[in-house]
């Protein structure tokens, strides 16, 4: 492994675009993993809004299918950690933090975390879902881990111009067939809502605005 790239602590400072509105490029010497660096109290909320939502969701459905304890903390994990995810991706702190170079005070945990098809490669939640709800989908589930891979492989391969675009083209596709083929009752939201937080969230590099 490389080692990490010393980083000031305003490492591409802040500066105005076109427009009145500012980037900012600032390090963080406390960034977090789930939020990124300099997150706002709002920005917090909008993560667990979207957590609390989506578990809440899900939850319609447990009630109705009877599932165990550990069931239920499967649900809770995999709704909570997909459903405000795909907000805290989306974050400009997080951009801040998971698209500028890694700094010297990074652990081993973020600097892995950096390293963006390490961090698609470990979001092995179809295939956790498979086994906990409806092993008869384990198939299916790793094909959705493979696809969510590739999709964003694809898209840090492409251009940086095209790089959204074609996120959202890998989203649309994964949200078309989903709806088609189906997936596990209660967690039908799982494959397009994990696209939409590793593909487009977390793959397109985009600049963090400032206030």
Known sequence: MKEAVPVAPDWGGRYQLPGGV?????????????????????????VWVAALALFAWTATAGASHSWS????????FLAMDIGGGAVAN??????????APPALTDDTLSKLARRPLVFAAIHIHPVIAALAFSPAMLAASIGWFVALFI???????????????VA??????????????????????LPGVLFLKIVLGHMVREEPYGS
């Open 22 to 46: 500012y980037a900012d490029w600032r390090h963080d010497p406390k960034a977090q993993l789930a939020y990124g660096a300099f997150p706002t109290r709002l920005e917090v909320t909008l």
């Open 69 to 76: 304890w550990w069931q239920w903390a499967i649900a809770a």
């Open 90 to 99: 989306c974050l400009n702190s997080a951009k801040r933090f998971y698209h």
């Open 151 to 165: 999709g964003s492989a694809l898209v840090r391969a492409v251009p940086l111009f095209l790089a959204r675009p």
């Open 168 to 189: 959202a083209l890998v989203v649309t596709g994964a949200i078309v067939v989903s709806s088609r083929t189906g997936f596990i009752v209660g967690l039908e939201w």
